[in-house]
């Protein structure tokens, strides 16, 4: 995406009053202004994989089902470290009552998280398997994954803007003096969009299957260049 910009600006004599108060231009003149804005994309294959499963438990009392989900995330955790190249971690804990029929409900989530797709896939079927309730699938960029194409987009953007901005001069028969200003814009990656969000229960079924999709990584740069005659 590209915008342009153009500005003329003469040297003016100064104003009294409120006028002196007012911030000058960036560019004083005389001269021409060029504002433009790029933006560049990079496209990489998710390299990290991450699962939701929750415990869940209803029992007559509160107690009760605390206790319940307690055990069986305790026993989550325990199957997980088993796993080499999965991290678990818990997440929410919620407990609340229904009425009519009166009784407990308790809940804690169980995160997943491991660049080794089919070792956390198996697990998380182990862990279905053993009553959890899965509440979705998403694939990742790791950290320095995400910071290295969010590099090399911010490179790309900026490239492209300097090549605009040459090419602008010199149909105006000018020429790119200097940059004023810059302003370089890298966003964080979009939370990923579960591949499953409806939660799965167990039934003895073979592990879930997961098919990755590539993430859009990009950059956005806008800057204003001073012009000046050749």
Do not use: C, K
């Not at 167990?202 to 740069?221: E, F, K, L, S, Y």
Request: aromatic share 2%.
């Amino acid at each position: 995406m590209r915008r342009l910009f153009l500005t003329s600006l003469l040297a003016l004599p100064m104003l009294a009053g409120a006028a002196l108060a007012q911030p000058g231009p960036v560019f004083p003149g005389p001269g021409t202004l060029l504002r433009l804005s790029e933006t560049a994309e990079v496209i990489r294959a998710p390299d990290e994989v991450q699962a939701s499963l929750r415990a869940e438990a209803r029992e007559a009392t509160a107690a009760a089902a605390q206790a319940s989900v307690n055990r069986a995330a305790a026993a989550a955790l325990e199957v997980a470290r088993g796993v080499q190249g999965v991290t678990a971690t818990t997440g929410a804990y919620r407990t609340w009552r229904q009425e009519d029929p009166a009784r407990w409900f308790a809940t804690q989530a169980i995160n997943l998280r491991g660049r080794d797709q089919a070792a956390l896939l198996e697990l998380t079927g182990s862990l279905q398997s053993r009553g959890m309730a899965l509440g979705g699938i998403q694939h990742g960029l790791t950290r320095d994954t995400a910071r290295a194409a969010r590099q090399e987009a911010a490179s790309m953007a900026l490239d492209a803007l300097r090549r605009r901005a040459e090419a602008v001069a010199a149909q105006m028969g000018m020429r790119v003096e200097r940059i004023a200003e810059i302003q370089l814009e890298a966003p964080d990656l979009p939370m990923p969009r579960p591949m499953m969000a409806e939660a799965m229960v167990a039934r003895a079924a073979p592990a879930p299957v997961a098919q990755a999709q590539d993430i859009v990584v990009t950059a956005m740069v806008q800057a204003t260049v001073i012009l000046a005659p050749n």
